[in-house]
């Protein structure tokens, strides 16, 4: 089964603090995503990565940056956080196109996020 | 630009009732692909099912059941004799062939099962 793993469930910040997310896959995926979710809006695509050291802006990519060093791993940071920020942040990771076919994406189970 | 919608919020159902997650989606792409998530109480995203723009077959996998209709830009979602574990949050999406697999979200449908 693909395992993909967030860092922390829950994590409670402040305002102005830089804040690292963290979320490592074990299935060697080439793609993945950052989303963060707020009710009555879905999940919306932060960042996402199709290889190491490669990135592409999503939707709401403002107040956020990443990293990808290994292919493992994929860190989300909010480099001075806000209030605006609190949220529920889900990690994904897929295969490339296989077949022709776009692939799954298999999530992790979140990071619920607080900044006072 | 693309587009999903899922209109109902929220459902409430008594189990071994029917019920129908409606989702409607907006594209000008011709090749493109349409998934359901369902996110239980514990956060993870759990993948359901996923179908090529040029498959509009309907699929049955056991209780659940989707009705693909590009005519309509509508893949509803059916869980037949629904029972508590459905209880759960699901997800439409869109991807768009080619464009890195992301993945475009309905704003969810929250369904409650109850004894």
């Known amino acids: 089964d693909v395992k993909v793993t967030q860092s922390s469930r829950y994590l409670v910040k402040r305002t102005g603090e830089k804040v690292f997310l963290e979320c490592v896959q074990d299935?060697?995926?080439?793609?993945m995503f950052w989303y963060r979710q707020d009710p009555g809006l879905g999940l919306r695509l932060i960042y996402f990565?199709?290889?190491?050291?490669?990135?592409e802006k999503g939707d709401i990519p403002e107040g956020y940056s990443v990293s990808r060093e290994k292919k493992e791993r994929f860190s989300l940071i909010l480099e001075s956080a806000s209030t605006n920020q609190t949220s529920m942040y889900l990690c994904?990771?897929?295969?490339?196109?296989?077949?022709?076919?776009?692939?799954?994406?298999?999530f992790g189970d979140g990071t619920r996020l607080s900044i006072l | 630009a693309q587009k999903v919608t899922q209109a109902q919020t929220e459902i409430s159902v008594v189990e071994k009732e029917d019920v129908t997650l409606d989702c409607v989606y907006e594209t000008r792409d011709t090749t493109y692909y349409l998934f359901w998530y369902k996110q239980p109480p514990s956060g993870e995203l759990v993948f359901l099912i996923r179908?090529?723009?040029?498959?509009?077959q309907n699929e049955i996998s056991g209780r659940y059941s989707w009705n693909f209709q590009k005519s309509t830009s509508s893949f509803n979602f059916t869980i037949t004799a629904s029972q508590v574990v459905d209880s759960a949050v699901y997800f439409c999406?869109?991807?768009?062939?080619?464009?890195?697999?992301?993945?475009?979200f309905g704003q969810g449908t929250e369904l409650s099962v109850k004894p």
């Open positions: 990565s199709y290889d190491v050291k490669m990135k």
């Open positions: 999406a869109l991807s768009i062939y080619n464009q890195g697999g992301k993945l475009i």
């Open positions: 179908r090529n723009s040029f498959d509009e």
């Open positions: 994904a990771s897929s295969f490339p196109l296989q077949g022709g076919s776009n692939q799954p994406q298999h």
């Open positions: 299935m060697d995926h080439e793609n």
